[in-house]
């Protein structure tokens, strides 16, 4: 089985002079090799197939069978890695707290423990005749958070 640190240590060698990170490295028991790659540029084909070149002359077949699928972190998944929630400061993006809350805000701020999002709401202040619409920073800790995805809007 191919050592998934090894693997790690290859892919960061690789990506080092570049701005891409790692997502995530899978390696299953059947030697399939998934590596998920994202930057605050984007992450094009070009960039994956070098990458997998790069990998595959490391890695003989002779030696060991494998597979090997380098890409992007897809648009739609839960984020893994702090330079995911880096990446999307400013935009939308929908909470599921670990007690079941859904929030939907913009993702100001992004701290080793926590992250902010700026949740907007009516409020009714006392007497007034109409709600208006306020921006309440909201701080989450990562551990309260159970998943975070980037929300897609089609306007």
């Avoid at 701005?19 to 998920?36: L, M, P, R, W």
């Avoid at 992250?115 to 309260?144: D, L």
């Amino acid at each position: 089985m191919i050592d998934k640190t090894e693997i790690r240590r290859l892919v960061d060698e690789a990506i080092a002079a570049t701005d891409a990170f790692v997502v995530d490295i899978i390696v299953s028991t059947g030697n399939d090799i998934v590596i998920e790659l994202d930057s605050p540029t984007g992450v094009d084909l070009d960039f994956c197939a070098e990458l997998n070149r790069k990998l595959q002359e490391e890695f003989d077949r002779q030696d060991e069978n494998y597979s090997l699928e380098v890409g992007s972190a897809s648009l739609t998944a839960p984020f893994k890695v702090k330079g995911q929630y880096e990446k999307n400061i400013g935009n939308e993006v929908e909470v599921l707290t670990r007690d079941g809350k859904k929030l939907k805000g913009i993702l100001t701020a992004v701290a080793d423990d926590d992250f902010t999002i700026e949740i907007t709401r009516k409020v009714k202040g006392p007497g007034a005749k109409r709600p208006v619409m306020v921006a309440e920073p909201t701080v989450i800790p990562y551990a309260e958070a159970k998943q975070v995805c980037y929300v897609i809007n089609f306007k």
